[in-house]
């Protein structure tokens, strides 16, 4: 089957599909991005995922490329061309094209790319009833995570780094040892029926994953704690896990060869959480 992509207002064949080499993403990675899920050829979290989108945009005075209506009528059809039944789709919006210059250019118009891809629903079985493997480096990142930016080379380096270490994601840690986030998720232990995560601020990303499951928490038993951890409270956790739009909840059973509780899936882990289609 041929796949499609939407570049900059035109539907294109994806194997055709090209982006000018002085566009300010390639050169700068001046630009933002979203990732959504797919569920049953559904939108896992629009509004969300849109509402940081503006945000990102507007911290970088970056102008939207399409009215904000326009953005679902895309990705309907990214899914509908591309025939995507579980997957995602990559949306992403740099500052344009202009000649090589680090200050804005004056009359660039942004540029928008929106991809998406098919992944077979059983894809994470295997981690979901084991768990993934955590290794822990240091967060190299620029101090505005908050943005979803296209400069993602440090977080590149760390999830090389942890797969190079035979785990599937990073946690990185700040100057004084508590984790921030992982490489491209949000990091989260579990004490007591208590899941704890890093409140938000400008050294993790506001994950629309993260805030969909604090949503729900009440409702199957567990309370949360926003607050920094460590090393010593992950040893001492009873779970652990991470979120993100293309894993959801996913357990973790070791940091750094350390076994978190029995080493096993424990009961949160366990959870079908709700998803907001
Ligand atoms: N990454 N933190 C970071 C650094 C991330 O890159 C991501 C997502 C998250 C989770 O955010 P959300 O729940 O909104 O997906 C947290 C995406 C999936 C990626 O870059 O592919």
């Known amino acids: 089957m041929s796949r499609e992509a939407f570049v900059n207002g035109e539907y294109t064949d994806y194997s055709k599909s090209y982006v000018h080499i002085e566009d300010r993403g390639y ?58 039944k579980d997957g995602n789709v990559y949306l992403q919006i740099t500052r344009g094209v202009a000649s090589r210059d680090f200050k804005f250019p004056e009359n660039s118009k942004s540029s ?52 190079d270490n035979n785990c599937a994601e990073a946690w990185l840690l700040d100057e004084e040892g508590y984790i921030t986030e992982g490489s491209s998720s949000n990091a989260w232990i579990v004490k007591n029926k208590t899941v704890i995560t890093r409140p938000t601020s400008f050294s993790i990303l506001n994950g629309i994953t993260r805030t969909t499951l604090i949503k729900s928490l009440m409702k199957v038993g567990y309370k949360l704690a926003e607050r920094k951890f460590n090393l010593r409270d992950i040893k001492d956790a009873d779970e652990a896990f991470i979120t993100s739009a293309t894993q959801f909840v996913m357990p973790v059973t070791k ?11 424990g009961e949160f882990g366990q959870k079908d959480m709700p998803l907001t289609l």
């Open 112 to 163: 928008i790319v929106i991809i998406g891809k098919n992944i077979p629903s059983n894809y994470y079985n295997d981690n979901f009833s084991k768990g993934i493997n955590v290794k822990t480096t240091k967060d190299i990142r620029w101090k505005r995570v908050d943005i979803k930016s296209l400069n993602l080379l440090p977080p590149v380096l760390a999830k090389q780094y942890a797969v």
């Open 255 to 265: 940091v750094n060869n350390i076994k978190i509780g029995n080493g096993n899936v």
């Open 27 to 84: 050169q700068f990675a001046d630009g933002v991005y979203e990732v959504f899920a797919i569920l049953d050829s559904k939108i896992v979290d629009f509004e969300g995922h849109i509402k940081r989108l503006y945000r990102s945009l507007k911290e970088l005075r970056i102008n939207s490329p399409i009215q904000k209506k326009s953005y679902k009528f895309h990705i309907k059809e990214i899914i509908k061309r591309n025939i995507i």
